[in-house]
């Protein structure tokens, strides 16, 4: 066995190939060690490098017309220089009879709004027969840390009436800037 320069007796070597194929040309190749170098801060551009999914077991109702937070989610980013998007999912109806009601709803970083849909008209005419709306709300936030902070879905109700975000789920998702 040659030695290499430091004296060892394990041999060194290196690979460089653009394609690396079983000898078939098809099937899996498959990795007994793991490969090292690569980490979340190393992936490319527009690479997604953490997702998360939030939920609540209540609904979130209201019929005040300030905010109300009814979702919230702590989460750590992987890194110091990523875009973390945010998607919360709900259906929306009226709590009233006979009415419509107006919602606002955010979604907020640490209290701060990244992402509004405004005024959405939810009707009804009767308890038994509510008319829904489903509703996505999205924000983008473009993080500069890796220190845990809230992700939020408020609400709150334009004219008084009892607003209701039912069965509300928050997914986070991190991408390599």
């Known amino acids: 066995a040659k030695c290499n320069p430091n004296g060892d007796t394990r041999?060194?070597?290196k690979l460089k190939t653009d394609v690396l194929e079983?000898?078939?040309g098809s099937g899996t190749i498959a990795l007994t060690n793991q490969l090292s170098g690569m980490t979340s801060a190393s992936m490319p551009s527009g690479?997604?490098?953490?997702?998360?999914?939030s939920a609540t077991a209540a609904d979130g109702t209201t019929t005040s017309q300030s905010d109300q937070e009814i979702l919230t989610h702590n989460y750590t980013p992987v890194s110091s220089s990523s875009k973390i998007y945010v998607q919360v999912?709900?259906?929306?109806?009226?709590?009233n009879t006979n009415t419509t009601a107006g919602m606002r709803t955010s979604v907020k970083r640490a209290?701060?709004?990244?992402?509004?849909?405004?005024?959405?008209?939810?009707?009804?005419?009767?308890?038994?027969?509510?008319?829904?709306?489903?509703?996505?709300?999205?924000?983008?936030?473009t993080n500069s840390?890796?220190?845990?902070?809230?992700?939020?879905?408020?609400?709150?109700?334009?004219?008084?009436?009892?607003v209701v975000?039912?069965?509300?789920?928050?997914?986070?998702?991190e991408v390599a800037n």
């Not at 999912?89 to 709590?95: D, L």
Request: glycine share 6%; proline share 1%.
């Open 11 to 13: 041999m060194t070597s």
């Open 22 to 24: 079983t000898v078939s």
């Open 47 to 53: 690479s997604v490098i953490k997702v998360e999914r």
């Open 89 to 95: 999912f709900f259906t929306a109806y009226n709590n």
């Open 111 to 141: 209290g701060v709004n990244i992402g509004i849909a405004d005024k959405i008209a939810v009707y009804t005419s009767t308890t038994a027969d509510r008319f829904q709306a489903a509703v996505v709300v999205t924000g983008e936030y």
């Open 145 to 162: 840390s890796t220190t845990a902070a809230d992700f939020e879905l408020w609400i709150k109700s334009f004219d008084g009436g009892a």
């Open 165 to 173: 975000a039912y069965d509300p789920y928050m997914i986070i998702t």
